[in-house]
């Protein structure tokens, strides 16, 4: 098995935690984001025609977009299982990550690009307004979590792994999260005991 990766990338980053937690071996290969490598590289684009990291090839198949491989992961791979076992368990953990791939992540990934320029030329009004979508999306997760240890079925799943990258760097982004969000409080320190999600930030 190998993993296209790059290890920043938050994507990348999912997809790693699923095979920490199924304990799987694979062969990391390094795309460089820096350099432009992903769409400059004709064998990786082979691969993945969008450009894009995660790739991974399992025996002959390749899978991509993080979302695909770690449901192939789960299905090809089911101990311990990241998913529940019915369809509404299984809907739920898909809107969950949903929510985080399309207004979560993206949130952060802007704080985070504006932080990245010359203190002079960053936009104030821009990293507010993304720091107060983080802080409302911090305020969604503990209506979900409702006294949960985790955000589907209090098992946990897909959709907390799809929070995690974003989780682990919102001090970074000057992102407090509010005592009063007890559950989320609990269930980011609980995440950040599991030891696929620790060997992220090692």
Known sequence: MKLYDYPDCPFAQKVRVVLAEKELE??????????????QNAE?????????VPVLIDDELVVY?????NEY???EYPHPALMPADSGGRARVRTMEDFCDNSFLPSA???QAELS??????DAERLQRYRNELTRGLKRIEAFLAG?????????SLADIAFVPALLILPR??????PALRGVTAWINRLKQRPSVKALES
């Open 65 to 69: 977009d993080s979302t695909i491989i």
């Open 117 to 122: 320029k010359p203190q002079g030329e960053q």
């Open 26 to 39: 694979y062969e990391k290969v390094f795309v460089d984001l820096r350099t432009g490598e992903h769409r």
């Open 109 to 111: 990934g802007f704080v």
């Open 173 to 178: 982004l000057g992102v407090d999260v509010d």
């Open 73 to 75: 992961l789960e299905d």
């Open 44 to 52: 990786f684009l082979k691969l993945n025609p969008y450009g894009k």
């Open 148 to 156: 949960k240890e985790y955000l589907v079925g209090g098992q946990f």
